[in-house]
């Protein structure tokens, strides 16, 4: 195996991380909602998604958004740091290899146009089509589209989210019968995520699973 170096504390190792930090990654609550991933006590369905059941079915992360992985995707996101993709992409492989949960196809998280030519690039995209092969599922990248350019959802409020991401998704094809694998970096509340598998519902999708490398959650 390639001698390379720990991408967080440089010593050499034959993987993207050593075993100390990958030990040390930020991980989810042991008992954690199925659906939504919010620390509860038994793993069992949180209050609030029986409350207000979200459209998607369930939501696999590999870690905590919290440092460093919050780092690395910031790096990936706003330095084009693509390789990251593909070493957070990994991370994800190994999570959902021991799921045994295998959708019908990939969507990664569109952006706005504006946002791609801003960025060059869509960082769920890039993710997808890393985990897309080892996973042996196809990618539809040009499947949805976002058509409202939005505020970034990170500087908003969490109560303001769902009304800043209303109506900014369009399908352009049908789904019927289709499990879907809804691919993106962070899961803060939801509401993204929510609203394009709402979208994705109308078009025929009858499960939805959110794969996302890290999920926003209180300290």
């Excluded at 967080?8 to 659906?35: A, K, M, R």
């Excluded at 976002?146 to 900014?168: C, E, F, M, V, Y």
């Excluded at 019968?177 to 394009?196: C, F, I, P, R, S």
């Amino acid at each position: 195996m390639t001698q390379t170096n720990c991408i967080l504390c440089g010593i050499p190792t034959n993987q993207d991380f050593c075993e100390p930090c990958i030990l040390d990654l930020p991980q989810l609550p042991y008992n954690h909602c199925p659906v939504c991933l919010w620390p509860v006590p038994t793993s069992e369905i949180c209050g609030a998604c029986l409350n207000k059941p979200p459209a998607f079915t369930r939501t696999i992360a590999t870690l905590r958004y919290a440092f460093p992985v919050d780092a690395l995707i910031r790096a990936l996101k706003y330095q084009a740091n693509l390789s990251l993709a593909s070493i957070l992409g990994n991370l994800l492989i190994k999570k959902l290899k021991i799921t045994n949960i295998i959708p019908d196809v990939i969507i990664p998280m569109p952006l706005h146009p504006i946002r791609l030519r801003e960025r060059g690039f869509n960082q769920a995209m890039e993710i997808s089509r890393h985990i897309s092969k080892p996973m042996g599922i196809v990618v539809l990248p040009d499947s949805c589209t976002r058509i409202k350019h939005t505020p970034s959802q990170a500087g908003l409020p969490w109560k303001d989210r769902q009304k800043n991401i209303r109506n900014a998704f369009k399908c352009k094809i049908d789904l019927s019968g289709k499990h879907v694998a809804l691919v993106d970096d962070v899961m803060t509340t939801g509401a993204t995520l929510n609203e394009l598998a709402q979208v994705l519902r109308q078009h025929g999708a009858i499960e939805i699973s959110n794969w996302v490398i890290a999920r926003a959650l209180p300290e």
